[in-house]
């Protein structure tokens, strides 16, 4: 397959995982029960009003009509206003990305500097009561649920020994709390996923080369093993996205963090469709653009990848 | 005597009133709140916990003390008519909107007229029908409502269609200005940057994040301006909030309704910390479960009455631990108008399954109990439905949002049983049961009596009490009124409940208002 | 001094009482400049021997029984991890058996060879230098070839790059692997007369490890066959190969094919070569050997000098009358 024909392939394939997202979305949301227009108006509205809230937003069109419309809209770019609001929901979310993304990204950057070298150091000392204990942290930690991480988390190093704030984004010193939360839940599994692929790497016949110029086990294991190790990895990674977003949403909700997880709760209780249509689409756009980018990424940084040029 | 400590203090409102010390000591109120406000309009403010923003961002022409005392405010000084007939303000000179613009009567005018056009959707419109001239001007008959007139910059005449003594305290929520200009040129962004002439201004609103108030530099009133600003957290959960205010990051534990989270209650109450700290305060309120009259088997008294045995309700309410006072009927303890006298329904099982039988309905009668989502109200219900049970009454539970909950009671022959309360905006009976048990209110559109209630007797002497001066009189007529309506039994009565208020050592004043529920800007920070 | 001398070496694998052993008791001495073939087929313990040079092997799960490793008088055995760096690539240098596979695959074959430089002789760490040895190693175009990744290039590309790593440290000793066993029959010959160029024009030793007798003669001044973790035989390459006296050398060269042959049949020698722990008593190749005796899986071979600079260890092979 040509890389042309592949990359028209990925965006078909992308089209219709977000379209499906949009149109599952419309049916869920359909079922909620509760008049959307009292939702608009509030409900001390009269009748009058009501009725012209109905025909604005073309709530007693037949449901077909309704989501051709908002499909329609979608096509163009738009992801309408919020009910509650009146704000546009692209605006809401776009405000709200720099918390998340900067929560995610200290997340990240926090396991990996403990999982790399973790993985790195049990897969060269494999089988040592280093390794062992390490193998048993780890699944303990990749096994707890976010939720409860998160406010245990917030109720003993915040509440109870007041080494962080409990909530709220005031300065970047209180998201590395929130980040801390986020990362314990990856670190294990990211320990582990290293040092399976390094274990792999060091029985590698490079591996022995490299030693064989002289290379100290320093440099044999964290640059020419690692370079290696870390290739799908970094693919993982792209692809945990998705996983990651479920875990942004509890950390962000239980620390009352000003990000798109809160804006998604948010909407849901507030019965504000445009808005709940609006972090779901985004999310699920968000996984099709991470698995882009691992695609894309793949081919650069593994050079046996050929890929378009 | 009301009408006598009114006057008296109005004439009072010459000399200055006590300075609280060390005000203007500055400071940044923290606070937080679940969600966002639905609109910082004073018009358009419904909820309970945005009401708590109005006097933040707005002056209004007369204040309330200590629950019932009606005092100047926006007014320097004000008067009636003897028939409480018309209301004559005199406006306080110099007080200034926060774009710089002095207050004048023509804007009162603009603003009361503005709550009662049916394009704003005013849901507290209601509570203005009484002025002359509203019922046409909203009905789209006239351009002015003739009541309303402003004879001078500094004189405003309020002219009531009956006489209504209560009407002063409408004006303690309902009396703000509104500068029209702003209005033309903000339209809908009114309702998220209003120009009032509160002490406090919005500095920045983001969304479903943070409210932000700032001093408002022209503001001229009687409460100083204690605070910097206001900083109100949006978000999070009660207990994230709980741990932040104790870990000094909030000035006060909650804002809510609910006042201090009940789990918490008692470990605070016994924290060395906090429990001198902890404050009660009793509220205008009302808690029951409202019996819809035109929904079977509700339609018998009979059956209503055994409901009203049935219930434990002291217990559900925490009576005991004193998150409730006891309630036989409507009118709370603390309400003028209250009937020491009056004996509900007590608890007894034993007569709700005699009263059940005399119905002659099959067993087990079954029905359908509505309540909001939270916690507490689950608790309540499932209690009741408990206690129903013993006595033959299958109860099922239908939790729902509070939104739904609202909007669905007020739809004819929708909702037969609703957990539900009422807090009264005037310390005054004509509130509590003028809103709700008025049979003329029950048509096919939505209102606030929530039963369906209708008997002819209780409307005549609600007429009757609604105008009148003489206050023994007055609440006689309304405590016979009560009394029919217990006998009626429309509701299943709970209780009134007291509030819990917890707040930071240094923050001092006035906090909190048993018909405000808190007073944000009667606060101040110990330097 | 001879450049490399291993005396009696033994690698066991496991702990006693159960231990392995895979390396036997063996010995052999390279002078510098010369070349010396290890031959046997795997499994007899050559690369061990080979690895243990520079002490390439893991340790566990092999463990140094027994022996010494002089490496210019040195003992490698004995080398604290320092040392060990500096000898790697510093004296003795080594070439693989899978060049694709012993390059790093995500760095581009310029760095790798710059790597060994930075290792042994910084200053001459540079892309000039790097050039200069690609050139030496016969690689065309070395400009645009120093930016190339290993999965770039045909396997006898491959093994010139790692001949060019393996030499730019300027080592005394290159060991290589059976450096010719993955390429295609053509690309061997090229790498083994580059080999042999290499050495005439740099000097240094050659350890070359391989199960072809054929490459042998083209390179080696001498040769050791190893059977089963032992060496069999000893002799000057151009000798052995015109008269293998150890049976089993014997059967390895009658199972090459020969072009002048015109036979349509493979020679395999019968049997298989035994598994660790599974050697026979006595004699290993005695259940393999044609002219195995009685007494062959009572006694171990001794030594038997059957020439100057010839040995071997076969007392039946080494008598006048079974001369062939």
């Known amino acids: ?309 | 005597m009301l009408p006598l400590l009114v006057l008296a203090t109005a004439l009072l409102s010459a000399a200055a009133l006590p300075e609280p010390a060390n005000s203007r000591s500055g400071g940044i109120l923290r606070l937080a709140r679940l969600f966002d406000p639905a609109t910082l309009d004073a018009a358009k403010v419904e909820l309970t916990e945005d009401v708590l923003l109005v006097p933040l961002l707005n002056q209004t022409l007369l204040d309330v003390r200590d629950g019932t005392n009606l005092v100047p405010n926006a007014a320097s000084e004000w008067s009636t008519s003897p028939d409480k007939r018309i209301y004559h303000f005199r406006l306080r000179p110099g007080v200034r909107f926060s774009n710089g613009r002095e207050v004048v009567a023509a804007d009162y005018v603009y603003a009361l007229e503005r709550m009662l056009d049916p394009a704003t959707a005013c849901g507290m419109a209601s509570y203005l029908k009484g002025i002359r001239g509203a019922s046409g001007f909203t009905a789209r008959l006239t351009n002015h409502v003739a009541g309303l007139s402003a004879p001078s910059r500094e004189t405003l005449n309020i002219e009531m269609e009956r006489p209504d003594p209560t009407f002063g305290f409408i004006l303690t929520s309902q009396g703000v200005a509104v500068p029209q200009e702003e209005v033309a040129r903000l339209g809908p962004q009114f309702s998220i940057r209003p120009v009032g002439a509160g002490p406090y201004l919005v500095r920045e609103w983001k969304r479903g994040v943070r409210l932000r108030l700032a001093r408002n530099p022209h503001y001229r009133g009687v409460e100083p301006q204690h605070l910097d600003g206001v900083d109100i957290l949006i978000g999070g959960d009660e207990t994230t909030h709980l741990m932040m205010f104790e870990r000094g990051e909030l000035d006060i534990a909650n804002i809510t309704f609910a006042g201090i989270p009940r789990p918490s209650f008692h470990r605070l109450s016994r924290d060395r910390r906090w429990r001198d700290l902890i404050e009660s305060e009793p509220l205008f309120e009302s808690d029951f479960i409202t019996l819809n009259t035109e929904v079977p088997p509700l339609t018998n008294v009979l059956v209503r009455r055994a409901i009203n045995h049935a219930i434990n309700r002291d217990k559900w309410e925490h009576v005991p631990d004193g998150y409730a006072t006891h309630g036989e009927g409507v009118i709370p303890r603390i309400m003028p108008g209250f009937n020491p006298a009056l004996r509900g329904y007590t608890f007894d099982p034993g007569k709700a399954r005699q009263l059940l039988s005399e119905a002659g309905l099959p067993t087990p009668v079954r029905t359908v109990l509505w309540h909001p989502l939270d916690g507490l109200s689950r608790d309540e219900a499932q209690g009741v439905q408990e206690d129903l049970k013993q006595v033959g009454i299958e109860l099922t539970l239908k939790p729902v949002t509070f939104a739904q909950l609202e909007t669905a009671m007020q739809i004819r022959h929708q909702v037969p049983m609703g957990l539900t309360g009422w807090s009264a905006a005037i310390p005054d009976p004509v509130d509590i049961l003028g809103q709700q048990f008025d049979g003329r209110a029950v048509t096919n559109a939505a209102t606030w009596n929530q039963a369906f209630y209708q008997n002819p007797e209780v409307d005549r002497l609600l007429d009757e009490a609604a105008p009148e001066v003489d206050l023994k009189r007055r609440f006689g007529i309304y405590q016979r009124a009560e009394e029919i309506i217990v006998r009626d039994a429309p509701l299943a009565f709970l209780g009134h409940r007291n509030m819990y208020g917890l707040r930071q050592r240094r923050l001092k004043g006035a906090l909190m208002d048993s018909l405000w529920t808190y007073r944000f800007d009667r606060v101040w920070f110990e330097p | 001094m001879p450049l490399l001398e291993i005396n009696d070496l033994q690698i066991d694998f496991g702990r006693a009482p159960h231990a392995l052993r895979a390396v036997d008791g063996v010995s052999l001495t390279l002078e510098a400049g010369k070349t010396l073939g290890l031959v046997g087929e795997s499994g007899s313990g050559k690369s061990l021997t080979a690895l243990s040079i520079a002490r390439l092997v893991a340790t566990p799960p092999a463990v140094y029984a027994g022996g010494r490793i002089l490496l210019e008088g040195r003992d490698v055995l004995k080398m604290n991890a320092a040392e060990l760096r500096q000898i790697r690539g510093g004296v003795a240098s080594y070439v693989f058996q899978e060049p694709g596979a012993s390059l790093n695959p995500v760095f581009r074959i310029g760095d790798q060879i710059r790597e060994a430089l930075e290792l042994h002789r910084p200053a001459a760490a540079n892309d000039e230098e790097v050039m200069r040895l690609l050139r030496l190693v016969g690689i065309p175009a070395p400009e645009s070839r120093i930016r190339s990744y290993p999965h770039e290039l045909s396997g006898g590309m491959q093994q010139r790059v790692m001949i060019a790593m393996a030499l730019a440290p300027q080592p005394k000793l290159l060991v290589a692997d059976e450096p010719t066993t993955a390429l295609d029959v053509t690309v061997q010959a090229q790498i083994i007369e580059l080999l042999g160029r290499l050495q005439k024009q740099l000097g240094m030793a050659i350890l070359l490890i391989t199960h072809n007798l054929g490459i042998v003669g083209d390179l080696a001044d001498d040769v050791a066959v190893m059977y089963a973790g032992q060496i069999v035989e000893n002799a000057p390459a151009r000798e052995l190969l015109k008269r293998p006296l150890h049976p089993y050398t014997q059967a390895l060269m009658n199972s090459i094919p020969r072009m002048d042959d015109p036979t349509d049949r493979l020679t395999a020698i019968s049997g298989a070569v035994p598994r660790l722990g599974a050697f026979p008593s006595g004699c290993r190749f005695h259940p393999r050997c044609a002219l195995a005796q009685a007494d062959c899986s009572q006694r171990v071979p001794e030594w038997v000098a059957t020439g100057p600079q010839r040995r071997i260890r076969c007392p039946v092979a080494s008598q006048p009358k079974v001369r062939v």
Not at chain 1, 8 to 22: K, P, Y
Not at chain 1, 172 to 177: G, P, S, T
Not at chain 1, 238 to 257: H, K, Q, R, S, T
Request: net charge positive; proline share 5%; charged share 15%.
């Open chain 1, 1 to 309: 397959m040509s890389p042309m024909t592949r990359f028209v392939n990925r965006l078909l394939w992308s089209c219709v995982t977000l379209l499906s997202t949009a149109v599952l979305t419309f049916f869920l949301l359909n079922a909620l029960p509760g008049d959307v227009a009292r939702v608009i108006a509030g409900s001390k509205a009269s009748p009058e009003v009501i009725k012209e809230i109905h025909a604005k937003f073309h709530l007693d069109d037949p449901w077909w009509k309704r989501l051709g419309f908002y499909l329609g809209q979608l096509a163009r770019g738009d992801l309408g206003r919020s009910y509650v609001t009146d704000q546009p929901v692209a605006e809401a979310i776009l405000t709200r990305l720099p918390t998340t993304t900067a929560l995610a990204a200290m997340a990240g950057m926090m396991w990996m500097v403990v999982a790399v070298p973790l993985g790195a150091l049990t897969a060269r000392f494999r089988g040592s009561r280093f390794d062992r204990i390490t193998l048993v942290v780890a699944t303990l930690t990749l096994s707890l649920p976010s939720f409860w991480l998160a406010r245990m988390m917030q109720y003993w190093l915040a509440y109870k020994l007041g080494w962080f704030p409990v909530a709220a984004f005031r300065s970047l010193w209180h998201l590395v709390l929130p980040a801390l939360s986020l990362a314990i839940l990856f670190v294990g599994y990211y320990a582990r996923l290293i040092h399976t692929q390094m274990v792999e790497v060091l029985d590698s016949p490079y591996i022995r080369a490299a030693r064989a110029k002289g290379c100290s086990e320093t440099r044999v294991l964290f640059k020419h093993a690692l370079r290696n190790a870390l290739i799908p990895v970094v693919t993982i990674l792209g692809m945990d996205v998705a996983g990651m977003l479920g875990g942004v949403l509890f950390v962000e909700n239980v620390f009352a963090l000003p990000g798109v997880g809160t804006l998604a709760v948010q909407s849901v209780f507030n019965l504000d469709p445009p808005v709940i249509m609006g972090t779901v689409l985004f999310s699920g756009a968000l996984v099709v653009g991470a698995n882009w980018a691992v695609d894309l990424t793949y081919g650069w940084i593994d050079p046996r990848i050929k890929h378009a040029n």
